[in-house]
């Protein structure tokens, strides 16, 4: 070797040469074809109806053959529509009193569920009747028992004095009706979530706590929460998700009425595209709502997390 030759580093040597080990195992990229069906079912059932909406936000269709190409002018037109701004409203509301309302319910709930014995199988299943049955159901069963002539939970809180509840009539009592009806359905969710966690805490924690003489809100704040964090951001995102897009449950009860009341962004979406059949901002309009779930849920997940660690 001259003086002039550089010298090889024999780690970036090592580096650049094959692995000899025996026990390389070689890559086997066989296995992206397993993955392969997923991606063409994602692609027909997601991208291709995305790109047909996007298609259809930036025309004017009057029929399949004439159409007329006007760029951003439905996502202006939604935008400053005042109707949509009101379903906007109504529905961040509604999902902000349903996360207020279920979370700490759902908590409560599975913090005062059994731990051992048959109770507990009695207890997942009594919890978990809601959520078997679907949002149209649901929505039936509910139209039903909070009327005040047929229904048994109308026909009860017209029993208080001074009362005169209906849902068809009154703006108030069709929230309410929505409202408890969504909070009824979806917080087994929550608990079931919550139990899930509270069951994977070793039993030596309760027993220490105990030992120390800690008390019940102690042993909760201490043990407990640190360990619903994670599921409780699971739980949040889920329930904002599914409230801020609901349809199914209003919709059957009161049709988005009496008035406006309960005309949410899903059902108003729907009557433009379905009712009034108008292609183009119903197109703009699902875009931004999808926008804007995600971009919310991104912020809540993010939030989430950081306070978490």
């Known amino acids: 070797m001259t003086l002039t030759?550089?010298?090889?580093?024999?780690?970036?040597?090592?580096?650049d040469e094959p692995d000899r080990r025996p026990?390389?195992?070689?890559?086997?990229?066989?296995?992206?074809?397993?993955?392969?069906?997923?991606?063409?079912?994602?692609?027909?059932?997601a991208l291709v109806p995305l790109m047909t909406v996007v298609n259809y936000s930036v025309q004017d269709i009057f029929s399949p053959s004439d159409r007329i190409f006007v760029g951003l002018e439905w996502f202006r037109s939604v935008t400053?529509?005042?109707?949509?701004?009101?379903?906007?409203?109504?529905?961040?509301?509604?999902?902000?009193?349903?996360?207020?309302?279920?979370?700490?319910?759902?908590?409560?709930?599975?913090?005062?569920?059994?731990?051992?014995?048959?109770?507990?199988?009695?207890?997942?299943?009594?919890?978990?009747?809601?959520?078997?049955?679907?949002?149209?159901?649901?929505?039936?069963?509910?139209?039903i028992f909070a009327?005040?002539?047929?229904?048994?939970?109308?026909?009860?809180v017209n029993q208080v004095p001074g009362v005169d509840f209906n849902y068809t009539l009154d703006s108030a009592d069709a929230w309410i009706?929505?409202?408890?009806?969504?909070?009824?359905?979806?917080?087994?969710?929550?608990?079931?979530?919550?139990?899930?966690a509270l069951r994977s805490i070793?039993?030596?924690y309760f027993q220490a706590a105990q030992i120390d003489g800690a008390s019940a809100w102690?042993?909760?704040?201490?043990?407990?929460?640190?360990?619903?964090?994670?599921?409780?951001?699971?739980?949040?995102?889920?329930?904002?998700?599914?409230?801020?897009m609901i349809y199914t449950e209003p919709f059957v009860v009161t049709g988005g009425g009496p008035g406006n009341a309960t005309s949410f962004l899903s059902i108003l979406l729907s009557k433009i595209a379905?009712?009034?059949?108008?292609?183009?901002?119903?197109?703009?309009?699902?875009?931004?709502?999808?926008?804007i779930v995600q971009i919310v849920s991104y912020v809540f997940f993010t939030v989430l997390t950081r306070s978490g660690r």
């Open 5 to 15: 030759e550089p010298v090889k580093d024999p780690v970036a040597a090592g580096a």
């Open 23 to 45: 026990d390389a195992k070689p890559k086997d990229n066989r296995a992206w074809l397993l993955v392969l069906p997923v991606v063409v079912c994602v692609t027909f059932t």
């Open 80 to 143: 400053r529509d005042p109707e949509v701004r009101g379903a906007f409203l109504r529905t961040l509301l509604f999902s902000a009193q349903v996360l207020l309302i279920e979370i700490p319910l759902g908590v409560a709930i599975a913090v005062a569920m059994p731990r051992r014995g048959w109770t507990v199988s009695a207890a997942l299943v009594v919890v978990a009747l809601p959520l078997l049955i679907p949002w149209n159901v649901v929505g039936t069963i509910w139209q």
């Open 147 to 156: 009327r005040g002539d047929i229904g048994l939970g109308g026909w009860a």
């Open 177 to 196: 009706t929505v409202l408890v009806m969504d909070v009824w359905h979806w917080t087994p969710l929550v608990a079931l979530l919550a139990y899930a």
């Open 202 to 204: 070793p039993e030596p």
């Open 218 to 244: 102690a042993t909760f704040r201490r043990i407990q929460l640190p360990r619903l964090r994670g599921v409780l951001t699971i739980a949040i995102l889920l329930r904002f998700m599914d409230s801020f």
């Open 274 to 291: 379905v009712g009034q059949f108008d292609l183009g901002p119903a197109g703009a309009f699902s875009l931004l709502y999808f926008l």
